[in-house]
């Protein structure tokens, strides 16, 4: 199983920015997905999460309103669209998968996590 995060790069604050989350080696549409985040010297901390049949979405406080979690199933892929992002949204932002679950698991119930991609808001 492999998890490929990109879109990650430098933005401006107020700037937007898509993230994607390709998924190869299962079946994709049978999995719950989940976003975090690891800013440097911090813990890692949950972002966002869909449901297998994308029914669902859960979001963190310091995100909710400025980030919508979607997937397409025909293209193993999940999608962070941030908005406004804010010089503290600094992070490496990474994937992670887990078998149909409806509710966000624990970070280490987690099946598979993927490579992050880097997230830097600054002017």
């Known amino acids: 199983v492999q998890l490929q995060a990109s879109g990650g790069g430098l933005v401006q604050p107020g700037g937007s920015l898509k993230l994607s989350c390709t998924a190869s080696?299962?079946?994709?549409?049978?999995?719950?997905m989940g976003w975090f985040r690891q800013a440097p010297g911090k813990e890692r901390e949950f972002v966002a999460f869909?449901?297998?049949?994308?029914?669902?979405?859960y979001y963190a406080d310091s995100v909710k309103g400025r980030s919508t979690i979607s997937r397409d199933n025909a293209k193993n892929t999940v999608y962070l669209q941030m908005n406004n992002l804010k010089p503290e949204d600094t992070a490496v932002y990474s994937c992670?998968?887990?078998?149909?679950?409806?509710?966000?698991?624990?970070?280490?119930?987690?099946?598979?996590w993927g490579q992050g991609t880097l997230v830097t808001v600054s002017s």
């Open positions: 992670a998968v887990k078998h149909t679950t409806v509710l966000p698991p624990r970070p280490r119930d987690y099946d598979y």
């Open positions: 869909i449901t297998w049949g994308a029914g669902s979405t």
């Open positions: 080696g299962l079946t994709f549409s049978s999995y719950s």
